[in-house]
């Protein structure tokens, strides 16, 4: 068990710009969130996914955002024409349900994105 | 997911427990209660969760009440590693389809040397 992955750690960008972060879950879990931190507060909930299917979005997921999943493995956020207020920490996290089993999530380390 | 409501900071004692609250009034009876804590600069860490029961981990123990509408995260043994935001999450078990963890602002515990 090696953990949530995310990459990259740090995304400096020009305002406008597109970015795009990868998450690579723990091996074997079915399950992949995406969430969004600012300074002073807790994360907050985009999106998630149960292998390759997208099952739920937040509204704070506007259309230029998107998530995939395409093989069910690891994940890809991308953001498009980068705003001031994208700038913040992007959490992964991932969990193994099967049925009815209440299962943690476990986090990556995030990336943090700081846009100019 | 129910509203929980924890003490803005905590300080504690090194190689003292240390003991932190949480409100969650509204509970529901399909819901349970999370515990996950946030070193600077890291993603939150899973400590414990638990629904009716009290229950105990190599990290930490949680004690529910009785009619589930507080509960208590107890670190035995608190190291200045444990320094950290604390929080306490309510959320409704997998099969019932809202898989978000619902964070608030959390407890900072500070663990003084």
């Known amino acids: 068990d090696t953990g949530v992955s995310q990459n990259p750690r740090h995304k400096i960008t020009k305002r406008g710009q597109n970015v795009t972060f990868r998450c690579d879950p723990i091996?074997?879990?079915?399950?992949l969130y995406w969430y969004r931190q600012t300074l002073g507060q807790g994360p907050e909930f985009l999106t998630y996914?149960?292998?390759?299917?997208?099952?739920?979005k937040s509204r704070l997921l506007s259309d230029r955002f998107s998530a995939e999943r395409p093989k069910g493995s690891f994940s890809t956020l991308e953001i498009q024409r980068t705003e001031q207020g994208d700038s913040a920490m992007y959490l992964c996290?991932?969990?193994?349900?099967?049925?009815?089993?209440?299962?943690?999530?476990?986090f990556g380390d995030g990336t943090r994105l700081s846009i100019l | 997911d129910a509203k929980t409501t924890q003490p803005p900071s905590m300080d504690c004692a090194e190689g003292r427990a240390a003991n932190l609250p949480c409100n969650h009034s509204?509970?529901?009876?399909?819901?349970?209660v999370y515990w996950y804590r946030q070193i600077h600069s890291q993603g939150p860490q899973y400590i414990i969760h638990g629904l009716k029961n009290n229950e105990t981990n190599e990290m930490a123990s949680l004690i529910i009440t009785e009619d589930r509408k507080s509960s208590t995260l107890i670190l035995p043994h608190a190291t200045l590693r444990d320094t950290a935001v604390y929080y306490c999450i309510v959320r409704v078990g997998s099969n019932f389809g809202n898989e978000k963890l619902t964070f608030g602002t959390g407890t900072r515990l500070t663990i003084i040397p």
């Open positions: 509204t509970i529901s009876g399909n819901e349970y």
């Open positions: 996914f149960q292998n390759e299917a997208q099952l739920e």
């Open positions: 091996s074997e879990h079915n399950r």
């Open positions: 996290a991932s969990s193994k349900n099967i049925g009815q089993e209440n299962q943690p999530q476990h």
